[in-house]
């Protein structure tokens, strides 16, 4: 979370590291889309198990809605996941047109934030990088569920994942500050060491990195 | 010099305890029901979250006050009676009140529990607050953001019970507790089911680049490619008239009265106030740090840091209200 007094143009190591991570999610929706509804409806299975583990109150209340289905597009990802809530609780992979009763688009980071709570929702609506459509309170009942946990998707993940779980926020940590590095030494650097500078960014960030 | 006290708000246990890390004095929170004036879809805290709640913020010396300030309905007292029993029992430092029954049943039946009157109240006046004091023993009232600072140290002057002011936030610009704007389009009201424009009759229309807002069916606004957007609200709907789209009521806009902290102080407030326990624990972690910031800087006799809040509000600009300004 920024402090508003400290704001300032230069991406933070967090936000370096958040780029990291709206990578590995982007390949994750374009994984779960190849591997189909079979394979990678019991990987967000998993993945659900064990949210719910770490995270029983917001599970619970999302069980207890009325069963219904919302759209949650990450506008920059290759596929859009489709949210059903209520008793029988599922997350899927999905195409963007898909029938629901309620959609929230937004770019993949932004939405990860929301997620995590590192950003308010109301905020981001009214700067328009969110567009909300449908039941407007099925959406704000999931924010709000959701904004009153201290969720960490990938710490979350990492946690448990048995003996990777200290590597991988460690990891994550590092690729904000290697990504630094590297932003100053582009910076520094002659043009030609720039361009080698840049591939070697890409493949720590992903083709699509965002600032 | 007595500091202020930084009252901020929580509409769920993680944004109670991102307001107590971040700097707050008091944190006020509803339960999950009708008895308050947010009454959102999964916004909120259940009996034991509260009691959770108070423990966390009591061990670093901050307070708990629970708003029970919706008007409870004819022939159903019950919630709106067990929602005081349950604060007193839980330990809250305070709770905040509207309806002059509940008033009366908590003074009687809680008679060590602290009153304060909600904004809800609307008491604006000397004779209304003495009124709330000699009857119920309130000890102190939230002011509606329908006054100027002069406005308010005359009323000091007068009273002798503590005065809290909104000083960040959402602003409702007509008088607390008696707008029945969102009863005409919704049949639902901030002041009997604790929410204002309900999300379950709110509908958002992309039109193209435009952004369509409709509330119980009529469609109250629609936002140009790339203009902020506001709360769904009638008093912030953009109307026709004499063929002209217009704000009639209010702009979509947001309280920032931090400019005003010496006028404040010399008109005798005792508590500033935060207002959003509909939003998410990342505005009040920024709102309160920013607060905190400007408080202490202000109680050490520094200048203010001037603190960019712009990427909070609502339409993306601040205003000081009617402190500032000759009411229209
Ligand atoms: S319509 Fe506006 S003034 Fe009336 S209660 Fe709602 S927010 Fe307040």
């Known amino acids: ?211 | 010099m007595e500091p202020f006290e930084l009252i901020c708000p929580a509409g769920n246990p993680a944004a109670l305890r991102a307001a107590v890390d971040a700097g707050a004095d008091a944190v006020y929170l509803g339960f999950r029901d009708e008895t308050n004036a947010r009454n959102f879809p999964g916004l909120n805290f259940s009996r034991e979250d509260v009691a959770e709640a108070v423990a966390y913020a009591h061990a670093r010396k901050v307070q708990v006050f629970v708003a029970i300030n919706t008007y409870p309905q004819a022939g159903n007292l019950a919630p709106w009676q067990r929602a005081v029993d349950d604060a007193a029992r839980l330990k809250a430092d305070a709770v905040i009140l509207a309806d002059v029954g509940l008033l009366d049943y908590a003074a009687r039946r809680h008679p060590d529990l602290r009153l304060h009157l909600s904004v809800q109240a609307s008491a604006a006046n000397v004779e209304a607050i003495r009124l709330y004091r000699d009857a119920f023993g309130v000890r102190r009232v939230v002011l509606p953001r329908v006054l100027t600072v002069p406005d308010i140290a005359r009323l000091n002057a007068e009273i002798d019970i503590e005065t809290e002011v909104f000083v960040f936030g959402g602003l409702c610009p007509m008088a607390e507790g008696r707008c029945s704007l969102s009863s005409y389009a919704t049949g639902l009201s901030p002041n009997k089911q604790g929410v204002c424009s309900p999300a379950s009759h709110v509908r958002y229309e992309p039109r193209g680049g435009d952004l369509a807002s409709r509330l119980g069916g009529f469609t109250i606004n629609i936002f140009g490619e790339g203009e902020q957007a506001g709360y769904p609200t009638l008093c912030k709907g953009r109307f026709v008239s004499h063929d002209t789209p217009a704000y009639l009521f209010e702009e979509p806009t947001s309280l920032n009265a931090m400019e005003l902290l010496p006028e404040l102080k010399a008109a005798g407030v005792r508590a500033l106030k935060i207002e959003g326990r509909q939003r998410g624990k990342a505005y009040i972690a920024t709102v309160v740090a920013a607060y905190r910031r400007a408080l202490d800087a202000f109680a050490k006799g520094q200048a203010v840091p001037k603190l960019d809040l712009d990427a909070m509000v609502e339409g993306g600009t601040q205003t000081t209200g009617a402190y500032k300004r000759a009411w229209r």
């Open chain 1, 1 to 211: 979370m920024r402090d508003p007094g400290m704001q300032t143009d230069e991406p933070t190591d967090d936000d370096r590291a958040r780029a990291v991570e709206v990578n590995l999610t982007r390949a994750g929706l374009r994984l779960a889309r190849q591997l189909g509804d079979g394979l990678g409806g019991l990987l967000f299975d998993r993945l659900f198990r064990i949210l719910a583990d770490r995270h029983p109150r917001a599970f619970a209340a999302l069980v207890e809605l009325p069963d219904a289905r919302l759209l949650i597009d990450p506008v920059d990802a290759p596929a859009a996941l489709l949210l059903r809530v209520g008793p029988q609780l599922a997350l899927r992979v999905s195409e963007r047109d898909a029938q629901a009763d309620a959609t929230v688009r937004g770019p993949c980071g932004r939405l990860l934030d929301l997620l995590e709570g590192r950003i308010d929702g109301d905020a981001l609506f009214f700067r328009r990088e969110l567009t909300i459509e449908g039941d407007t309170a099925l959406i704000l009942a999931l924010r709000n569920t959701l904004d009153g946990e201290e969720m960490d998707l990938f710490a979350d993940v990492a946690t448990a994942a048995g003996p990777l779980r200290h590597a991988l926020p460690v990891a994550r940590r590092n690729a904000g500050r290697v990504l630094r590095l590297l932003d100053t030494a582009h910076r520094l650097a002659p043009p030609p060491l720039r361009w080698g500078l840049a591939a070697l960014e890409r493949r720590v960030a992903g083709p699509r990195r965002e600032a």
